[in-house]
């Protein structure tokens, strides 16, 4: 550009304008400016509702810095106070009571506790219903009572029944009778001392009684109403009827029979 050029065009540029110059707003007018108060407004109403809720469901389920509603939580663990219902498994190490009430687990069906080993095994199970407590495996514990004017049944339907204690076991009925009964044999067995059977009255019913011939031909006897207490070798008891002298061996026909 030459130095004439650049003179002329520098004039141009300091001449005064004649034309009238526009001016445009700068915001938001009109339904925009609407829709964005509605939308300021909508939003302010949520974050109200929200905040309603949020403190309703605080209150409502009793939220605390310690836990949420009966659930507590305390540095040794987690405490549950009142009724409470678990729709899935519970793992836990322990579930203690208070001092002053007991423990209950309820169910509309049975109640199972299994216990396992490290390797996910089943080693023991106990089972409740409305049958009584079905146990899996042996049983340790220092005291069984039934309820109030209920009785206490011990049953294995399919297998054997064993109670075994170091010091011995203690089965006494303070004010009932004791009764013991089985479809095979009943063996009472003493491998270091005797049993000792201390009663005002032993009997010992169902025992075959052996006959035998008077020893006088044609001669009538009494009605018997005394009998005498007769072993086989076999360990069979059997009543004879009794005479001045032992009736065992005039009628032991009955251990030929066992």
């Known amino acids: 550009m030459t130095r004439e050029q650049y003179i002329l065009a520098t004039q141009q540029n300091n001449l005064p304008r004649t034309e009238n110059s526009q001016f445009y707003p700068v915001g938001i007018y009109g339904w925009r400016k609407r829709c964005l108060y509605f939308f300021v407004l909508l939003l302010l109403v949520t974050m109200i509702v929200n905040l309603a809720m949020t403190i309703w469901i605080l209150k409502v389920m009793n939220f605390t810095v310690d836990g949420m509603g009966n659930l507590r939580v305390t540095k040794n663990g987690i405490r549950l106070e009142g009724v409470s219902e678990f729709l899935l498994p519970l793992y836990v190490k322990e579930i203690h009571s208070r001092k002053d009430s007991p423990l ?5 069906r049975n109640v199972t506790v299994n216990a396992r080993n490290h390797m996910g095994q089943l080693t023991g199970q106990l089972t409740v219903g409305t049958e009584g407590a079905v146990f899996e495996h042996s049983v340790e514990t220092p005291h069984i009572r039934a309820e109030p ?14 109670m075994e204690a170091p010091k011995g ?3 006494s009925a303070i004010a009932g009778d004791f009764k013991a009964t089985c479809r095979k044999e009943l063996l009472l067995q003493s491998t270091d001392g005797e049993i000792f059977l201390n009663a005002d009255t032993i009997r010992l019913g169902n025992l075959p009684q052996g006959s035998f011939s008077p020893s006088t031909p044609g001669s009538t006897n009494p009605r018997q109403t005394v009998y005498e207490l007769c072993v086989c070798p076999s360990g069979k008891l059997y009543l004879s009827p009794a005479e001045a002298g032992s009736t065992c061996q005039t009628s032991s026909n009955v251990c030929l029979w066992s």
């Open 104 to 108: 209950v687990l309820q169910s509309d």
């Open 169 to 171: 076991v203690h089965i």
């Open 149 to 162: 004017s209920q009785d206490l049944r011990l049953e294995s339907p399919t297998r054997s029944l064993t």
